[in-house]
C-alpha cells in the first residue's frame, strides 16, 4: 500500500479509511525489480514507469525490501530539502549517459 493508493484509492474515492480494506485498494502485484538489478537499472524502471516505490524480490519471487525514490534522493543530496528531485533524476541519469559513452 502506497501513499498514492491512499490518496486515489482511498480519499479522492470517499473511503473511509476505518473501514477500508488494504487489500481492496492496494496495488495488486506490482512490478518488482530483482535482488541483482543494480540500483542505477532500478531507478531507470521507476523513472521510466513513474513509481515512487519498487519491490525488491529474491530469485524465489520473495520480497526482500522496497526501494523508495524520495529516500534515495534525500541521501544523494546529502540531506538537502526543497526543490532538488529533478536534479536527482538528472544526475540520475546523466551517470548513465557517461558510463555508455
Known amino acids: ?3 498514492r493508493d491512499v490518496l486515489f484509492r482511498v480519499v479522492a474515492a470517499g473511503l473511509s479509511a476505518d473501514t ?4 481492496s485498494v492496494m496495488t495488486a502485484s506490482p512490478d518488482a525489480t530483482g535482488s541483482d538489478a543494480t540500483i542505477l537499472e532500478t531507478l531507470h524502471q521507476m523513472h521510466d ?18 526501494v523508495d525514490a524520495l529516500q534515495l534522493a534525500y541521501h544523494v543530496l546529502g540531506g538537502a530539502e526543497g526543490g532538488k528531485g529533478d536534479a536527482f533524476w538528472e544526475t540520475t541519469l546523466a551517470m548513465d549517459a ?3 559513452g
Open 98 to 100: 557517461v558510463s555508455a
Open 20 to 23: 477500508t480494506n488494504v487489500t
Open 1 to 3: 500500500l502506497t501513499s
Open 49 to 66: 514507469h513513474r513509481y515512487q516505490h519498487m519491490p525488491v524480490v529474491d530469485a524465489a519471487g520473495r520480497l526482500v525490501g522496497i
